[in-house]
């Protein structure tokens, strides 16, 4: 009886989430500064997060937090369905990212390896968890901004081969490498740090 | 799955990172975000005028239309015209000293039985006018102690008026489809028959000449219902009844009639019911009631 009026509250708290996060659609499509504020409130330390993910310090990031935000903004008005509001802003911060890095390398993979032959094969399943989650971070944006971009897309964002080679516009055997590459380095840095 | 990639996916998948407190006033300050609202201004300013343009058009389009339905009367001119072009003689008559429907009708019968064809109510009408072109009757009351056959006409044709109605109350029809009985009025008035008084008593109750009918269709005849009268009235205004009681027109223009249009759409065919107070010269009240069609 306890455990059923429990999900009742727990789904009343959801619904309740939910109504409150279509307002704030409706409220930023009618250009309500206040809607906007509360969205950005909402929102700002999940799309900071990722920014840090993609860039290496945090101006970079604040730079690309506030082009997320002009865009959420400026395009909200697009978005059909507000269910759909978290993965859609997930997808503008990735491509402002990746724009953000384009824009300051002008091509962000650098290295070009084509070679699948040099795969680098590593089975061990060791589980590390007592790295703190800033250092984690730290590691990340340590790497080069293929390899990191890359690894982002492809290991936390669940990209696919396919759609980060043409968003990147590179091989897909090329993005595959990389990544591998990615994944060697930040296992050595782990391994190091323990 | 990667060990790697699971320790990165679980860590920072909704990985959230605190923010300066000073990033929401850059965005406010973004060169494109201010721009953008630059713009929505802009087209915020543009729809409003537009829609302020709109108003005011049809603003003034009702307000110059509401001048023209005053201006434009044609139901005199009409009336003139149809009596000018359908006989010369009875224009000349004019210059007679007292016009008289027998006269007309024993003059020019056949321009009478035309002009009662088409409308009774212009004939009504050209007599009021003829009485008022003359100095010597200014008055419908005057011209009843002078000349008792133009009384008989006008007292004849309006009990003539109110049979037409409770006739047509009767059966919804039109006076164009009847000529028969047109014609039976006309040879009822050739007759001379002697003045009975209560007649003299109404047209001094009443100095209007009221149409009972009238067609709103656009042909510059009888478009128009409105009461003529050749006698001076204070205080005039007319009112028209739906049978069910409903207002639809109200006048205190004595110029001004009733196009057949209630709240800008126009009214169905049938039975209206109109209501005329005005003061006399004297000062007495009188309150004209009585039925009017209108003929789609």
Not at chain 1, 1 to 25: G, P, W
Not at chain 1, 87 to 95: C, D, E, G, L
Not at chain 1, 132 to 151: A, M
Not at chain 2, 126 to 135: L, Q, S
Request: charged share 25%; net charge negative; glycine share 4%.
């Amino acid at each position: 009886m306890q455990q059923k009026s429990k999900i009742i509250v727990y789904n009343y708290k959801i619904m309740k989430q939910k109504l409150k996060e279509r307002d704030i659609v409706a409220g930023c499509k009618a250009d309500k500064p206040q809607s906007q504020r509360q969205l950005y409130d909402k929102y700002c330390r999940l799309v900071m997060g990722m920014a840090l993910r993609y860039t290496q310090n945090i101006p970079d990031a604040e730079d690309v937090v506030q082009d997320v935000f002009v865009k959420i903004f400026m395009n909200i008005n697009t978005l059909r369905n507000e269910s759909t509001l978290i993965s859609w802003i997930k997808t503008i911060t990735t491509h402002t990212c990746i724009d953000f890095l384009k824009a300051k390398n002008k091509k962000i993979i650098t290295t070009n390896i084509d070679d699948i032959t040099n795969e680098i094969i590593d089975n061990n399943n060791k589980i590390y968890d007592g790295i703190p989650t800033e250092q984690l971070l730290k590691f990340i944006q340590e790497l080069p901004d293929g390899f990191r971009t890359i690894f982002n897309l492809y290991a936390i964002d669940g990209y696919k081969y396919e759609e980060i080679a043409q968003m990147l516009a590179c091989s897909e055997s090329n993005v595959r490498s990389q990544y591998l590459r990615a994944r060697k380095i930040l296992r050595e840095k782990i391994e190091n740090y323990e | 799955m990667n060990n790697i990639d699971q320790l990165y996916k679980d860590r920072f998948e909704n990985f959230e990172a605190p923010v300066s407190d000073g990033l929401w006033d850059k965005i406010e300050n973004n060169p494109t975000w201010q721009k953008h609202l630059r713009r929505q201004k802009v087209k915020n300013l543009v729809l409003y005028s537009a829609m302020t343009i709109v108003a005011i058009g049809t603003c003034t389009a009702l307000l110059l239309h509401k001048p023209q339905t005053d201006t434009v009367l044609p139901e005199e001119e009409s009336t003139e015209t149809i009596i000018n072009k359908t006989s010369p003689a009875t224009a000349e008559t004019t210059d007679a000293q007292i016009i008289t429907q027998q006269n007309i009708t024993t003059e020019n019968p056949v321009a009478v039985k035309e002009v009662s064809n088409s409308n009774m109510v212009s004939a009504f009408e050209a007599v009021m006018e003829n009485t008022e072109a003359h100095p010597s009757n200014n008055a419908v009351s005057n011209s009843e102690n002078t000349t008792p056959p133009s009384e008989n006409a006008i007292s004849t044709s309006q009990t003539e008026n109110k049979d037409k109605v409770n006739t047509k109350t009767e059966s919804e029809q039109t006076p164009n489809v009847k000529p028969s009985q047109n014609k039976e009025t006309i040879k009822e008035e050739s007759t001379p028959t002697p003045s009975p008084t209560p007649a003299s008593n109404e047209t001094i109750r009443s100095l209007f000449s009221i149409p009972n009918a009238f067609t709103p269709n656009g042909d510059g005849l009888n478009d128009i219902f409105k009461p003529v009268t050749a006698a001076e009235v204070h205080n005039y205004q007319l009112d028209i009844y739906m049978t069910n009681g409903q207002h639809v027109f109200s006048s205190k223009n004595i110029d001004y009639g009733w196009n057949g249009e209630y709240q800008g759409s126009m009214q169905n065919g049938g039975n209206y019911v109109y209501i005329i107070k005005y003061k006399d010269s004297d000062g007495k009240e009188h309150i004209d009631k009585g039925q009017l069609l209108l003929m789609r």
